[in-house]
């Protein structure tokens, strides 16, 4: 029988899962003329998730209601005391609204593993990588077919300067110059501003699918190669070590590991010395061929440890990048981006706000590690690897994500197969 309303969350949900790509540095969210989609994207959230709230509300119980209404009120008030410390109030506003409506959204979908949004989100993704693979192959790499135009983006702008993009069809973009420092060699940044973003949604995509969708989805095998196959194409040296990780904790995970103890235990030496070879081998060519931008990335993590010396409890303000330029050599004045989220956050907020990530962070590790629900666990750890070496501190997918760790529930991994579809 069709079903009108479930039709319309999962509707609003695709929506929604749009959104959070669109918010995470896609290349549309630096055109500047452009900037006026931020506020509509912003606007839209704001009334779809609130529809989308409604439409769940008549299947709650009284108490749950309660509780989130309870849980709303105490984030209010810790965000309405940062609001009086902080230079940016309007940004926190602003988050703050944000991560209301998400405490709603997760918190009446709380019975389900994984909430839908993430599943539509990891849908998503699989698509955008499938095209930026045909379009890497045959364009970047092949030069069969050519960008139909460019677009003009503001990410990594020169003396505030946009730069031009190469644009096929509105469906990827070249957004990384091909330099000799990967030796002409193209990255696949799909509709992101750069390599290390479109890693990031790839990363994200593959933790949701291996983690909590695999084993009942028939088309798993194909989805997870689409998404490695284009993680790998990036040419990031967070993705690539992103993989070892997720192929060492997926090895150890195996059924068979009881079966092959004693295979396990000869092998296990020689893969974590492979292991170690290719992590010391990628660090070293991104520190040889990639200087430049190796020494950002390093002096991000002295600028932000400064900028927060000076400002411990509040910090400097989210968002607040004219202050934080201050604390920057005169040597990088072409690229004053951050990079990584967790400096941003600690110079940015202070303790006030990265003791919130981290309660949340620290949730999803340490009850997972008591329940023993490892498929959680590794979920948590290696979202907070992403967290701790790529900028995406307020963006819409990690904020959702850190709240449903905060609300997680404790389930066996046996439990949450039975609730997921």
């Known amino acids: 029988m069709f079903n009108i309303k479930k039709n319309v969350t999962n509707l ?40 989308y709230i ?38 926190v506003i602003r988050i703050g609204i944000v991560v209301i409506l998400f405490i709603w959204m997760v918190g009446i979908n709380n019975n389900k593993t994984v909430p839908p949004i993430l599943l539509k989100y990891k849908n998503l993704m699989i698509i955008i990588a499938g095209i930026s693979l045909i379009f890497w192959l045959f364009g970047s790499l092949l030069h069969l077919i050519f960008p139909n135009g460019y677009i003009l983006s503001n990410w990594s702008a020169f003396n505030g300067i946009a730069l031009p993009v190469p644009n096929y069809h509105n469906l990827y973009f070249e957004a990384q110059n091909m330099n000799s420092n990967f030796n002409n060699f193209p990255r696949n940044t799909a509709i992101f501003t750069e390599a290390p973003m479109s890693s990031l949604n790839f990363s994200l995509a593959l933790l949701i699918e291996i ?29 690539y070590l992103f993989l070892i990780f997720i192929f060492c904790i997926r090895l150890f995970q195996s059924k068979k590991i009881d079966t092959h103890r004693n295979l396990i235990l000869i092998i ?29 990335r390093l002096d991000d993590y002295k600028v932000g440890l400064a900028a927060w010396i000076d400002h411990p409890l509040f910090g400097i303000g989210i968002q607040n990048s004219n202050l934080l330029i201050q604390y920057m050599g005169n040597w990088r004045t072409f690229n004053t981006g951050f990079s990584n989220s967790l400096m941003d956050l ?30 959680k666990f590794w979920f948590t750890i290696l979202t907070l690897y992403l967290f701790i070496l790529i900028i995406f501190t307020y963006s819409y997918i990690l904020i959702f994500i850190l709240i449903w760790f905060a609300f997680l529930t404790p389930k066996s991994n046996y439990e949450e197969l039975q609730c997921i579809h």
Do not use: M
């Open 12 to 51: 609003l949900a695709y929506l929604i899962a749009a959104i959070f790509i669109y918010n995470c540095n896609s290349i549309w969210s630096t055109v500047p003329s452009l900037r006026r989609l931020i506020n509509i994207s912003y606007v839209i959230l704001i009334c779809i998730s609130f529809i």
């Open 346 to 375: 600690l110079s940015g907020g202070g303790l006030y706000l990265t003791v919130g990530y981290f309660l949340c962070f620290g949730r999803g590790i340490f009850i997972n590690i008591h329940i023993k629900n490892w498929n």
């Open 211 to 239: 983690f909590f969708t695999s084993s009942l989805n028939k088309w798993s095998k194909l989805q997870k190669s689409i998404l490695i196959l284009a993680l790998i194409t990036t040419i990031s040296t967070t993705g």
């Open 54 to 91: 409604l439409l769940s509300l008549n299947s709650q119980s009284r108490n749950n209601i309660l509780k989130l209404g309870e849980i709303t009120l105490g984030i209010l008030i810790y965000l309405l005391v940062y609001c009086l410390f902080t230079p940016t109030p309007d940004k």
């Open 268 to 296: 296990l030496p020689i893969v974590v010395i492979i292991g170690s070879l290719i992590i010391i081998t990628l660090l070293n060519q991104k520190f040889t061929l990639d200087s430049g931008s190796s020494s950002i």
